[in-house]
C-alpha cells in the first residue's frame, strides 16, 4: 500500500515526428517562419503551464495551438530538419569509415615495415654467425695444434694460457651457435627430431660438462634422478641438451660462490619434469616473463656485470615450446630460481638408451 500511496503519474511524452528533433524553435527562427519574440513568448507560457503542474505540450504543437505557425509548416520544418539530421549522420559515417580505413592503411604499413626489419636482422644476424664461423674454425685448429705438442713443446705456463683460450673458444662457439639458432628460429623453421631419449643419461652427461666450470665458481652441483638406470621421455636430444646446458649455464652465472644447484629429473605421472633450482639472485616476480625477451637481460645498462646476449632464454623456450610444453619459472628475489618443463614420457620403456649420448 505505501509504495502504491507514493506512486507518482508521469504522462508519457507523445510519439510524434517533434521528438526526433532538438532546438526546433531556434530552427523555425533560423529560417524566418518565426519571429525571436514569438519564441520567447512561447517558451514562457509554456513555463507558466509546467509550473502549474499543467500538461505542457511539446513547443511546435504549442506554436501550432496559439496560432504562431501553421500545421503544414511545423510538418515542412521537421521534416528538413530530421534530413538534415540524417544527412549530418551519413557524412559522419563516411568519415569515420574514412579515418578507419586510414588507420588501418597505416597499421598495415607499419606492420609491413616491421615485418622486413624483423627479416633483415635475422640475415643479419645469420650472415654474421656463420662469417664468424670461419675465423672461429682456423682458430680451434691452431689451438689444438698448440695444445697438442705437434708445433713444439710448451711449458706450465704455455699450457695454462692455452687452456684459458680453450675456455674462451668454446665459449665464443656456443655464442655463434646460439645466434645461428635464433636466425633459424626467426625464420619459422625450428626442426625438432622428437624421438624417445634417456634423460638421466643426458642429464650426467651435461653435468659432467658444466662441472668444472661450477667449481672455479666455487658452486656446488648436484644432479638427482629417480632411478641410477633409464628413464625415457621424447624429445630431441640434442636440442633438449642445449636447453639443460643453457640452464645450467644460468644457474652458474646468476649465483653467488658458496651456492648450490640441483638438476633433477622427476616422474609426474604421464610426463617426466626436468628442472634446475640454485640458490642465486632472484627475479623480481614482474620482470619474469622479460626473460624470455630476445637480446634483452633485466640488467640492461652497458657496464652490466653479467655477460652474455640476451639469447638464451629465449631460444630455450622456443626449444620447449615445439616440445609442445613451456618453460616455468618460480624465484625469489635474494634466494634463487627454479626453472621447469615437462616432457611427455616413453611407456612403456625402451630396452636399450642412452645411444643419442654421442650425437
Known amino acids: 500500500m505505501g509504495e502504491r500511496g507514493n506512486r507518482v503519474n508521469v504522462t508519457p511524452v507523445p510519439l510524434t515526428p517533434e521528438i526526433l528533433v532538438p532546438r526546433l524553435g531556434d530552427y523555425l527562427v533560423e529560417r524566418g517562419w518565426l519571429s525571436q519574440e514569438d519564441l520567447e513568448a512561447v517558451l514562457s507560457y509554456q513555463a507558466a503551464l509546467r509550473d502549474r503542474g499543467q500538461e505542457v505540450p511539446l513547443l511546435g504543437q504549442l506554436l501550432v495551438k496559439l496560432g504562431k505557425i501553421s500545421q503544414s509548416l511545423l510538418d515542412q520544418a521537421i521534416t528538413e530538419y530530421v534530413l538534415q539530421l540524417r544527412a549530418a ?36 644476424v645469420a650472415n654474421i654467425s656463420h662469417e664468424l664461423r670461419t675465423p672461429l674454425t682456423h682458430l680451434k685448429g691452431y689451438h689444438e695444434l698448440l695444445l697438442s705438442g705437434d708445433l713444439g713443446a710448451l711449458n706450465e705456463s704455455q699450457l695454462h694460457a692455452l687452456r684459458t683460450m680453450q675456455r674462451a673458444i668454446e665459449r665464443l662457439e656456443r655464442l655463434i651457435e646460439d645466434l645461428i639458432l635464433f636466425s633459424t628460429t626467426e625464420r619459422g623453421n625450428l626442426p625438432v627430431m622428437i624421438q624417445p631419449i634417456d634423460l638421466c643419461t643426458l642429464c650426467r652427461s651435461l653435468v659432467e660438462q658444466v662441472t ?148
Open 89 to 124: 549522420l551519413e557524412e559522419s559515417n563516411q568519415q569515420l569509415e574514412q579515418r578507419v580505413q586510414q588507420r588501418t592503411a597505416e597499421l598495415e604499413r607499419a606492420l609491413q615495415k616491421l615485418s622486413e626489419l624483423n627479416q633483415l636482422k635475422a640475415n643479419f
Open 212 to 359: 668444472p666450470r661450477a667449481r672455479d665458481h666455487r658452486l656446488s652441483l648436484e644432479l638427482s634422478c629417480p632411478a641410477e638406470g633409464e628413464l625415457f621421455a621424447y624429445g630431441d636430444w640434442e636440442k633438449i641438451g642445449w636447453v639443460i646446458h643453457q640452464l645450467l649455464d644460468n644457474a652458474i652465472k646468476f649465483t653467488p660462490a658458496g651456492g648450490q644447484i640441483v638438476l633433477a629429473v622427476d616422474l609426474m605421472s604421464e610426463y617426466v619434469e626436468v628442472s634446475v633450482t640454485d640458490t642465486g639472485i632472484g627475479i623480481p616476480a614482474n620482470r619474469i616473463q622479460e626473460l624470455f625477451e630476445p637480446f634483452h637481460q633485466l640488467d640492461g645498462s652497458s657496464t652490466r656485470r653479467y655477460g652474455g646476449t640476451g639469447l638464451g632464454l629465449s631460444l630455450a623456450q622456443k626449444i620447449i615450446e615445439a616440445h609442445n610444453s613451456v618453460i616455468s619459472v618460480t624465484s625469489e628475489l635474494g634466494r634463487g630460481s627454479r626453472f621447469s618443463f615437462l616432457l611427455r614420457r616413453v611407456f612403456p620403456q625402451p630396452r636399450l638408451g642412452g645411444e643419442h649420448a654421442d650425437g
